[in-house]
């Protein structure tokens, strides 16, 4: 819960990256974001060597997804609850609370480690 204001500060510069590239910069006006605040009984989440480790977060997120060591998998459908019901189509985007460079992008949650110097190009 301490964290909160990290992870806004780490939302808003992901997203300012983003509009920064087109065809999105152009559209921005077309785009309804909103974050998601989600509390965490942990902070962090498994990184680096800690394959074998999963901390009990509730969006599942971890590193070595499917033994790739950069590749950041989230719970979809955690993250589809959480989000809920929005407006029109729904892409959602997940941040680890993680340091790490890594990511995923996909059909159902991108994801990427807010605290990575390179998530802004991440994403």
Known sequence: ADQQELFRRQADQAWHALMEIEPFRSYQGFFNIRRV???SPTSGIAEGEQTGRRPGTP???HFWCEGTARLLC???TAAARY???GEGPQYLIALANSREYGGAG???VTTLAGGS???GRII
């Open 59 to 61: 969006l599942g997120m």
């Open 83 to 85: 989000a809920g019901e």
């Open 37 to 39: 605040e989600v509390v």
């Open 74 to 76: 989230a719970d979809e």
């Open 106 to 108: 996909g059909t159902g």
């Open 117 to 119: 110097p390179d998530a």
